[in-house]
Nanobody, 124 residues
């Protein structure tokens, strides 16, 4: 299973970016797709997840600004990020876990597969 994240970059505060994460090597259905991020000097933190049926959940820090979506036909998950703030600066990782496996959808320790990360930098 491989996850390939893309779409990061440098943007001014208030701007937008859309991250993509393409999965290959297995069927996309039955897996939760999550986005996490890690800022310099900080631990990796949960951003959002989307279940195979479309249920979504967001960290409070991004709620109302970020939107996670998935295209099961393309085996791709997206993270639309609007109204970006300097504190959103981080390396963003996509990850997946089986919905039939145990563990929290909010904790990175339960996600089995990870993309390589894409840098998002928001300037003030």
């Amino acid at each position: 299973v491989q996850l390939q994240a893309s779409g990061g970059g440098l943007v001014q505060a208030g701007g937008s970016l859309r991250l993509s994460c393409a999965a290959s090597g297995r069927t996309f259905s039955g897996y939760v797709m999550g986005w996490f991020r890690q800022a310099p000097g900080k631990e990796r933190e949960f951003v959002a997840f989307i279940a195979s049926g479309g249920y979504t959940y967001y960290a409070n820090s991004v709620k109302g600004r970020f939107t996670i979506s998935r295209d099961n036909a393309k085996n791709t998950v997206y993270l639309q990020m609007n109204s970006l703030k300097p504190e959103d600066t981080a390396v963003y990782y996509c990850a997946s876990k089986s919905e039939y496996a145990g563990g929290s959808y909010f904790s990175d320790r339960y996600y089995a597969y990870w993309g390589q990360g894409t840098q998002v930098t928001v300037s003030s």
